[in-house]
C-alpha cells in the first residue's frame, strides 16, 4: 500500500478534495437512513450498527480510505442525535453552522499546536487577539481584559476556582442551588472545601441568603468566592448578577459568573440587559458552542486584567527557554494548563468575520423569539402546562395531571421510537420535559409537530397503553 498523503503543505488540498467529497456523500447518506432526530430502537439497535461498521476495530488490512471513511462515517450519522434536526432540543447542543464546520476543517489540516510559537506563528496571532477581544466585549471598560480558550464550561470554571485559590489561598465557594455541577466538582479536584450551597427558590440565587451566608462565613483567614449563573441548565434562568455584586463588594468577597450559557447574550442589544453586570466579576465563563452556533470546543475564561492569568506562567525549557522568551517569541504555555491545543480560535474568528455583530445577534434574536413562541403554544394548549416564560431558549412544560413516571417513560418513548429528543429537569419537586431551543431554522410547524408527539403518546398512556 502506498503511503497515505499529508493534509497540509501544497499537496494536502488536493489529497483532501476527493476525500472530503467522500465524507459528505457518506454524512448525507447516514442522515437519510435515520431520517429523524436520532436513530430508532435505543442502544440494542444502535450499538450492533455501530460494531457492525467498525468490526474488526484493528484488522491486518486495511479497506482504504474511501471504503473506510464511508463505512464509519455514514454509520456514525445514522447512529446520531442530529443537533440540526428541528426536533432534537434536549440540551445545550448546538447545531454548529457549516462555515465554522469548514473553518475546523482548515484548522484540523494544518493542525498548529497551541504550546508554542515555532508550531503556531500565525494561529498564536489569531488566538491572541481573538481571546482579547472576546474579553473586551465582557469588560468594555477596562484597559487590559484578556481570555482564555478552554475546552468548555467545566474547564473554565475550574480554572476560575484555581485563579482564585492563588490569589488568596485556600477560598470557601458560594454558590447556589442551581449552579452548574463543575462547580463542586472544581473545589473537589483543588482540595478545596466543599462549596456551601445556599437556596435558590425561585430558580435564581436568593440575595437575601447569600447576605446572610456572606455574613456568617467572613473571617480574615478565609477567603471568600462566589460563583453565579448566567443561563443554568435546567431552566436557562439568569441570576440577580447586579445584586450579587454589590453584595461581593460589601463583604469583600470575589465573584465568578458561569455564563457558559447565557454570556453570547452580549451580542444582542436586544437582550444583553438580562446580563447586567457581568463585567463586575473576577472571572467570567463564556462558550460558544452553545448560543454561538460553534463546533465544540470553543469555550472561553475571561478575566478583567490579564496580569490574573500569571499565576498559570509555567517554565519547560523545550518550549518556552527564557532566551527565546527574551528575543520576543510569544510564551503560550501560560495560556492554558493543556500542552497540546488546537487552534480553536480559528472557527470564532472566521464565524465573526463571516457574521458581524448583526449576524450574531439576529441568531440570538430569532433563537429567542422561536423559544417564546413555543412557550405560547403550550400555554394555549389545554392538555399541557408551561413552567414559565423561558429567559433565554430553555422551555420546560408537561401534560397536564401526569405523574413524575409519565413524564419520564414520554421522554424515553420518544428517544426509543427516534421521533424527538427532549430533555428532562426536575424543579418545584416536579420532573418536567425540556426543549432546549438553539436550531435557528426551527419553524412554528416543527413546534407544533414536537407538542402533538407528546400529547399524542400523553393520551396513549392515559388510556393505558404500553408505549413500544
Known amino acids: 500500500m502506498p503511503t497515505p498523503p499529508l493534509a497540509g503543505s501544497t499537496t494536502g488540498p488536493a489529497a483532501l478534495r476527493p476525500l472530503i467529497d467522500t465524507v459528505l456523500t457518506a454524512l448525507h447518506d447516514g442522515a437519510h437512513r435515520r431520517d429523524g432526530p436520532l436513530p430508532a430502537g435505543g442502544p440494542d439497535t444502535v450499538t450492533p450498527k455501530m460494531r457492525t461498521a467498525t468490526h474488526p476495530v484493528i484488522p491486518d488490512h486495511g479497506t482504504g480510505p474511501h471504503d473506510a471513511l464511508h463505512t464509519l462515517v455514514s454509520a456514525l450519522a445514522e447512529g446520531a ?153 435546567d431552566t436557562g434562568r439568569i441570576d440577580p448578577l447586579a445584586d450579587i455584586a454589590d453584595l461581593c463588594t460589601t463583604h469583600g468577597a470575589e465573584l465568578h459568573i458561569d455564563a457558559a450559557y447565557g454570556g453570547p447574550l452580549l451580542f444582542s442589544p436586544t437582550h444583553r440587559g438580562k446580563i447586567h453586570g457581568l463585567d463586575r466579576a473576577h472571572s467570567v465563563t463564556l462558550d460558544l458552542h452553545k448560543l454561538g452556533w460553534q463546533p465544540a470546543p470553543a469555550s472561553i475564561l475571561a478575566v478583567p486584567d490579564r496580569t490574573h492569568l500569571d499565576a498559570l506562567h509555567h517554565r519547560a525549557p523545550y518550549l518556552n527557554p527564557d532566551d527565546d522568551t527574551q528575543a520576543g517569541l510569544p510564551d503560550l504555555l501560560g495560556r492554558s494548563l493543556r500542552t497540546t491545543r488546537r487552534p480553536d480560535a480559528l472557527k470564532i474568528a472566521v464565524t465573526l468575520k463571516a457574521l458581524g455583530r448583526t449576524g450574531l445577534a439576529d441568531l440570538i434574536d430569532h433563537t429567542i423569539t422561536t423559544a417564546h413562541h413555543l412557550a405560547d403554544l403550550i400555554a394555549k394548549t389545554p392538555t399541557l402546562d408551561l413552567y414559565d416564560r423561558p429567559t433565554i431558549s430553555t422551555v420546560l412544560f408537561r401534560p397536564t395531571d401526569a405523574d413524575d413516571n409519565t413524564v419520564a417513560t414520554i421522554r424515553r418513548t420518544l428517544l426509543t421510537r427516534g421521533h424527538a429528543v427532549l430533555g428532562r429537569a426536575h424543579t418545584d419537586n416536579r420532573l418536567w420535559l425540556k426543549a432546549t431551543l438553539l436550531n435557528p431554522h426551527t419553524t412554528p410547524d416543527n413546534l407544533r409537530t414536537l407538542l402533538d408527539l407528546v400529547t399524542h403518546l400523553a393520551n396513549d398512556l392515559a388510556k393505558g397503553n404500553t408505549p413500544r
Open 81 to 233: 442525535a442530529d443537533p440540526a434536526h428541528p426536533l432534537c432540543a434536549a440540551h445545550l447542543h448546538t447545531p454548529p453552522l457549516a462555515l465554522a464546520a469548514a473553518a475546523d476543517l482548515a484548522a484540523s489540516a494544518l493542525n498548529p499546536s497551541m504550546d508554542s510559537w515555532d508550531q503556531a506563528p500565525a494561529a498564536s496571532t489569531l488566538e491572541a487577539d481573538i481571546t482579547a477581544a472576546l474579553a473586551t466585549e465582557i469588560y468594555p471598560h477596562h484597559p487590559s481584559p484578556d481570555a482564555l480558550l478552554t475546552t468548555g464550561g467545566t474547564e473554565a470554571n475550574q480554572l476560575a476556582l484555581l485563579l482564585a485559590r492563588e490569589r488568596n489561598g485556600p477560598v470557601q465557594t458560594i454558590c447556589a442551588a442551581n449552579a452548574h455541577h463543575s462547580i463542586t466538582r472544581a473545589a473537589w479536584l483543588l482540595g478545596l472545601p466543599e462549596p456551601v450551597v445556599i437556596p435558590a427558590p425561585t430558580g435564581v440565587m436568593d440575595p437575601t441568603a447569600l447576605d446572610e451566608a456572606l455574613t456568617r462565613l467572613h473571617s480574615p483567614h478565609r477567603a471568600l468566592f462566589v460563583t453565579a449563573t448566567a443561563g443554568t441548565t
